[in-house]
Nanobody, 118 residues
Framework: VQLQASGGGLVQAGGSLRLSCAVSGRTFTSDVLGWFRQAPGKERESVASIRWSAATAQYADSVQGRFTISRDNAKKMLYLQMNSLKPEDTAVYYC????????????WGQGTQVTVSS
């Protein structure tokens, strides 16, 4: 499975960006898809996750109410709509995929830079 993230850029605080992630290869409806981010000098953290087969999603407390994860099963696309962006959202954002029964995220995209200016 391969993932290709895109959509990052430079935006002012309060602005919005939409990240996209194209998923190719053999996947399963039970797979979990997620967005992660890593800021300079910090550990990578989970931002949001969702399953192909379910509309419910999970979010980090820091983005709850501002970010929305969604997926298009037919196009095998994953999205992250980011609103009300803050400077502390600045990071490299990665999309990832995990087999439902696995404990580790097995497939990662290459990352896309999001920079929020104050």
């Amino acid at each position: 499975v391969q993932l290709q993230a895109s959509g990052g850029g430079l935006v002012q605080a309060g602005g919005s960006l939409r990240l996209s992630c194209a998923v190719s290869g053999r996947t399963f409806t039970s797979d979990v898809l997620g967005w992660f981010r890593q800021a300079p000098g910090k550990e990578r953290e989970s931002v949001a996750s969702i399953r192909w087969s379910a509309a419910t999603a999970q979010y980090a407390d820091s983005v709850q109410g501002r970010f929305t994860i969604s997926r298009d099963n037919a196009k095998k696309m994953l999205y992250l709509q980011m609103n009300s962006l803050k400077p502390e959202d600045t990071a490299v954002y990665y999309c990832a995929r995990k087999i439902a029964a696995a404990t580790e995220w097995g497939s990662w995209g290459q990352g896309t830079q999001v920079t929020v200016s104050s």
